[in-house]
């Protein structure tokens, strides 16, 4: 946004005659590449005036260079600064050429920090250059005029002697006198100044011809800096930046009005605490006008509370005053959010800081809150602050800078889950994140300020490129409920990935991979070579998670774990295969955030090994698919069948209980409850042999799959398997025998439905106790024993003691081999 105002705020004037003329050559050497070159960077600042001269010098190289340095432009603060324009000439050929008499001077008011909801109210001036070609040499020069009256006639700065672009001379001169004495301290190996006393003051002036440049290597922290350069202050201690500030952060003599509602019953002190920060950060827009003495002044707590809008600086004055008025010590804190990490390296000087904070104590401790930042979550143990390093706590008193704790708690935990229905098919694909601290703040934002529909695409858009045929079955949900206490944000995804399988080409083997796309995004670092400069990893976090796949079968595996653990990072990766259930666990901790350039390229290479080794392929070969009979199984069969013929034969023959006296030689007809069981009875042998096959137990694989499987009692689990064959084909053989029985109402039946219904129970009871002994899951287990418990707790009783129980079940073996042979004689005649 740009506005155009009266050009006659910017004026045309000769150079001030405190300046000290500098001069600028122009070397050639192999450096000349580029759009353009600078051949003088010349600052002047004159404490006594409170003036800044600024004089710049560049050649244009090439095309790009004319385009993009044909402008010349400076900007200030109109409220206690002008600018003046001394020159403005282009060197051609050896020839000036002066393009500053003929030229407009126009004036515009810049919001460049509008997209931060910033406005500072400055103005920028700019000359358009004429005729500009490759090859000139373009010098300009201007000053500014005023300091801001926030200083009471204080001054600091970083002297630079270096750029990160080659420049011919580098010239600084400061000049002061005795009421605005100056200190300076040198950072990287800077040069001391060149300190002389004339009659307009004492002057510190640094010349530097060098021609060196910083180059920076990808992935520095934001806050390291090579140059060299020289902090310059006129302020003697923290203490009396604190004295400067202080009077501009009062808190109002009255109360303001609580925002807030607070239960007297039910709200801790630690409640009221976090309703007022959520309040401030979540109600209070950030906007701030930040010109002149308002880029340092906060505005009273009482309007920023009424028009319910301000800066950093406003709402920190306002959160301290709202809690000082609750009784919590509490004031703002100034912090640097670009270099704080070589704060306490520069003089002390107010114009360090750019950004404000709250500190408060309670409850014997310290804390620290950003207002500025909304949607976050957490109590007091769970509050994130940005990593700021150190502050000045705005408190009389103060002598130093206040350390801040790093209170990086980020963490994000995912369980997947992908079903697989049968090998070549679909699968589900369900996937639960939990976000902790700074994560969840972040991601509760996202979901605030985005639409459900754009959500639900980039989501499925994230998975697309592992499953290409992936669909949402569902929208993306989330659960926000533990905000005000642990602060986990959670979401939960829903899809079905059609054709989950591809086939390797020219081979019938089918595969599919699986992979935690989450982490491999976390640990994708830039690439680097040889450095010399550190390497940012990114703020500390944890992560971990969990992939069960469950398939149609177990599945042949043999993949080692993983486990690193040094000074950076850890990580460690295992897979767990129980039945048909395939678990993969990652776990994943950054533990610093900056890695030394000595150890960045093994950090990046390691991080390049473990995203290849993150991911898993699962196969299915044509030869697993025919792996054929297991003539075990089919030897186990005849023996259990012949084994039941056996005794089934012995128990229709032999075993006849005495009949009730008082009933029908014929017996009852069926009727009454007596069908149910019937039908159970009739049911039972077709469920039996439907379980025998539907499992697969004359498939080979299946016996090898427990080996395959790393199962650690394989051969315990083929032991059961065998039992559970044996005894379905046996309890098949007592089935045909009990039905046999039932229909001919022989008095050995009620006793067989008994043994029916006690071996259905046990063997189920078994089954379960077996399966939770080796951790195989069983979904339909409780299921299974609930009916199993309730068929046994009703039929039993009944067969035992019901009346048309026995009043039905009167013939023994003798009595019915005599009406079937009577049957078979009255047919003969």
Not at 42 to 61: G, R, S, T
Not at 243 to 254: G, I, R
Not at 462 to 490: A, G, M
């Amino acid at each position: 946004m740009s506005f155009s105002l009266n050009a006659q705020q910017a004026e045309k004037t000769s150079t001030p005659n405190w300046v000290t003329p500098i001069s600028f050559t122009e070397k050639k050497d192999s450096e000349d590449e580029g759009a353009y070159k600078y051949l003088l960077l010349d600052y002047q600042d004159n404490l006594i005036k409170k003036e800044q001269f600024v004089h710049y010098v560049f050649k244009i190289l090439n095309s790009d260079g004319i385009q993009e340095m044909s402008d010349i432009s400076a900007s200030f603060d109109p409220e206690y600064q002008k600018i003046e324009f001394h020159k403005a000439q282009v060197v051609r050929d050896g020839e000036i050429i002066d393009k500053l008499k003929k030229s407009f001077i126009n004036t515009f008011q810049r919001e460049t920090n509008l997209e931060r909801s910033l406005y500072d109210g400055s103005l920028t001036s700019v000359i358009n250059l004429s005729d500009i070609r490759v090859g000139d040499i373009i010098e300009y020069s201007y000053s500014i005029k005023g300091f801001n009256p926030i200083n009471e006639g204080n001054y600091s700065n970083l002297v630079y002697e270096e750029y990160t672009v080659p420049v011919n001379r580098i010239y600084n001169r400061i000049l002061t006198n005795s009421d605005n004495a100056i200190t300076f301290k040198t950072l990287n190996d800077a040069n001391e100044p060149k300190v002389i006393t004339t009659t307009l003051g004492k002057e510190y002036t640094w010349d530097n011809i060098s021609g060196d440049y910083v180059t920076y290597d990808s992935n520095t922290p934001y806050w390291y800096n090579s140059q060299k350069r020289i902090s310059v202050s006129t302020f003697n201690n923290w203490e009396s930046v604190v004295e400067l500030m202080t009077p501009y952060y009062k808190f109002p003599k009255e109360h303001l009005k609580n925002p807030i509602t607070i239960d007297d019953e039910l709200d801790s002190k630690q409640d009221v605490i976090i309703k007022l920060i959520r309040f401030v950060q979540d109600d209070i827009r950030y906007l701030g006008f930040e010109s002149g003495i308002g880029a340092f002044k906060p505005t009273q707590p009482e309007l920023v509370l009424d028009r319910r809008y301000g800066d950093c600086k406003d709402k920190s004055l306002l959160l301290a005053t709202l809690l000082q008025n609750q009784g919590v010590s509490s004031f703002p804190i100034l912090v640097n959010t670009k270099s704080n990490e070589n704060l306490e390296k520069f003089l002390p000087s107010h114009l360090l800081f750019d950004h404000c904070i709250v500190y408060f104590e309670h409850g014997g401790q310290e804390y620290f809150v950003d207002p500025t930042i909304s949607n976050q979550g957490g109590n007091l143990s769970n509050l994130y602050t940005p990593d700021y390093k150190n502050g000045l706590l705005l408190k009389e008193g103060s002598t130093e800078l206040k350390k801040i704790p790093t209170s990086s708690n980020a963490r994000v935990r995912i369980v997947e889950d992908i079903i697989v229905d049968k090998i070549g098919g679909d699968a589900k694909f369900e996937v639960k994140t939990e976000y902790y601290g700074s994560r969840a703040d972040n991601t509760r934002a996202y979901f605030k300020n985005n639409k459900e529909e754009s959500i639900n695409k980039e989501y499925l858009n994230f998975y697309s490129s592992l499953y290409p045929s992936i669909l949402s079955s569902d929208k993306v949900t989330y659960v926000d409920d533990s905000r005000p206490w642990e602060n986990i944000f959670t979401t939960n995804e829903y899809y079905k990935i059609e054709n989950l399988w591809s086939t390797i080409e020219n081979d019938e083997t089918l595969y599919f991979d699986t992979n935690s796309l989450v982490l491999d995004g976390f640990i994708s670092y830039t690439n680097t070579l040889d450095r010399e400069m550190p390497y940012s990893a990114g703020v500390p976090f944890s992560f971990t998670q969990i992939t069960r796949i469950l398939l149609p079968e177990p599945w042949s595996l043999n993949i080692e774990d993983i486990n690193i653990d040094n000074d950076y990072y850890r990580f460690s990766k295992s897979i767990n295969q129980t039945g048909n259930m395939i678990t993969l666990n990652y776990e994943y901790e950054l533990k610093e955030a900056v890695i030394p350039a000595e150890d960045a390229k093994s950090f990046i290479k390691e991080h390049d090994d473990l995203r290849d080794n993150i991911g898993l392929q699962l196969t299915y070969g044509a030869n697993e698919s025919e792996s054929g009979l297991s003539w075990l199984s089919i030897l186990i069969m005849l023996v259990s069948i012949s084994l039941g013929i056996f005794f089934a034969i012995k128990i229709y023959k032999n075993y006849n209980p005495k009949k009730n006296i008082e009933a029908s030689l014929s017996g009852q007809e069926f009727g009454g409850w007596l069908i149910f069981p019937l039908i159970g009875l009739v049911l039972t042998p077709i469920v039996l042999i439907f379980t025998i096959f539907q499992n697969g137990y004359f498939d080979k694989s299946i016996w090898d799959g427990f080996e395959y499987a790393g199962y650690e009692n394989a051969k315990m689990l083929e032991v059961y398997l065998g039992f559970e064959l044996f005894y379905n084909f046996a309890f098949l053989t007592f089935a045909v025998l009990t039905i046999i029985l039932f229909v001919q109402k022989r008095t050995s039946a009620p006793k067989m439905m008994i043994i029916f219904y006690a071996c259905n129970l046990s063997i189920t009871l078994i089954e379960s106790f077996i399966m939770n002994q080796f951790a195989i899951p069983d979904s339909t287990a409780t299921t299974d024993i609930f009916k199993a418990i309730i068929s046994t707790a009703i039929w039993i009783p009944y067969f035992l003691n019901s009346e048309r129980v026995k009043n039905t079940f009167v013939n023994t073996y003798k009595s019915t081999a005599s009406e079937t042979e009577e049957l078979q004689l009255t047919n003969t005649i």
